[in-house]
C-alpha cells in the first residue's frame, strides 16, 4: 500500500513529515510507537470521504527526521502542539494510538490544545508501563544499538508481531519493520526506546478529570503490550468517558481489526457533530 507524507513542518531545526487527504471538518490521526504515520493507511482513505484527516510522523518516527537528541514524550507534545498551529487548526477531534495518545493528553494538559472530541486507542497513560524489552534496553541502549544487524533484524519482527493477535505476514510487519532497519535506523530504534520514561506519563495522570472534551477508549481484548485492565483505569479516570472493548485485537488494533475503528469512530464523531 503506498503512503506518503509529503508535507514538512520545521520544529526546533528538524523536519516532522506529515499529510491530509479530503476534505471538511478536521480530524487528526497519531501514531504510536515503534510504529509511524502508515499505522491508519486503512483508516484515513475512509474518513477522508467526509473529513479532511490530518497525520504526521513524529519526531524520531518515519519520515521524519531521527535525531541523535530528545524524542521521548517530554518533546512530542511541543511538536503536536506546534503543528496545531502550523495547520491552523482550533478544536480539531483527534484520534490517538498508544504513544500518540500520551502526547495528545499531554498537549491538551500542559499545552492547552483543545479538541471538540478525542478517541484513545490502547494508549500509554496509565502507570505503570513498559514492555520487558523496553525495561531491558533501557539500561543497555548501546549495546542493542550497536548489534550486529541480523540480530537487530531477527528480534524486531518477534516484537511488532506480539503487538498484533492475528497472525501477522511478512507483507504485514515489513511497512512497520523496513523504517527502523539499517544503521542509523537502528539506532533510532533503541534511541527511543531508551528515551521511554514513566515521568512523562505521571506529569498528567492525576489530571485527567479536568480534560475539556467527550472521550472514547477503544481498547484490544488481547492487547500484550498494555493489559485492558489499564484501559478500565483510565475510563474511570476520565468522567463521561465511553470505554469499548474490541475482540480479537492485541496492542496494534489498526491492524487486527480496523473495522472496529472505523465503526465506532464514525458513529462517535457523529455525536458530536462533525461527521
Not at 88 to 93: G, Q, S
Amino acid at each position: 500500500m503506498n503512503w506518503e507524507t509529503p508535507e514538512t513542518f520545521m520544529f526546533e531545526g528538524h523536519r516532522i513529515c506529515w499529510g491530509a487527504l479530503g476534505e471538511g471538518e478536521p480530524v487528526v490521526l497519531m501514531h504510536g510507537t515503534p510504529f509511524w504515520s502508515y499505522e491508519w493507511a486503512r483508516l484515513a482513505p475512509l474518513l477522508a470521504l467526509e473529513r479532511k484527516v490530518y497525520f504526521f510522523d513524529m519526531l524520531g518516527y518515519g519520515n521524519s527526521d531521527r535525531p541523535d537528541a530528545d524524542v521521548s514524550l517530554g518533546v512530542q507534545n511541543r511538536v503536536f502542539a506546534a503543528l496545531m498551529k502550523h495547520w491552523h487548526l482550533n478544536a480539531p477531534d483527534v484520534v490517538a494510538h498508544d504513544f500518540g495518545g500520551a502526547t495528545a493528553l499531554r498537549a491538551h494538559l500542559i499545552n492547552r490544545v483543545d479538541y471538540n472530541s478525542l478517541t484513545l486507542i490502547d494508549p500509554v497513560a496509565i502507570r505503570p508501563w513498559g514492555s520487558p524489552l523496553v525495561q531491558h534496553v533501557r539500561h543497555h541502549e548501546a549495546a542493542f544499538a550497536g548489534m550486529p544487524g541480523y540480530m537487530h533484524e531477527a528480534i524486531l519482527p518477534a516484537y511488532l508481531k506480539s503487538a498484533m493477535k492475528r497472525e501477522a505476514t511478512d507483507e504485514v510487519l515489513a511497512p512497520y519493520a523496513e523504517q527502523w532497519i539499517g544503521g542509523c535506523q537502528q539506532a533510532s530504534f533503541y534511541r527511543q526506546i531508551a528515551q521511554m520514561d514513566q515521568r512523562f506519563t505521571d506529569e498528567v495522570q492525576d489530571r485527567y478529570s479536568e480534560i475539556r472534551c467527550p472521550v472514547m477508549i477503544l481498547w484490544g481484548e488481547d492487547d500484550e503490550w498494555i493489559p485492558i485492565e489499564r484501559g478500565r483505569e483510565l475510563h474511570a479516570m476520565i468522567p463521561g468517558s465511553q470505554f469499548i472493548s474490541v475482540p480479537g485485537a492485541g496492542h496494534l488494533v489498526q491492524e487486527d481489526a480496523s473495522e472496529a475503528i472505523a465503526f465506532h469512530l464514525q458513529r462517535f464523531l457523529r455525536t458530536r457533530g462533525r461527521a
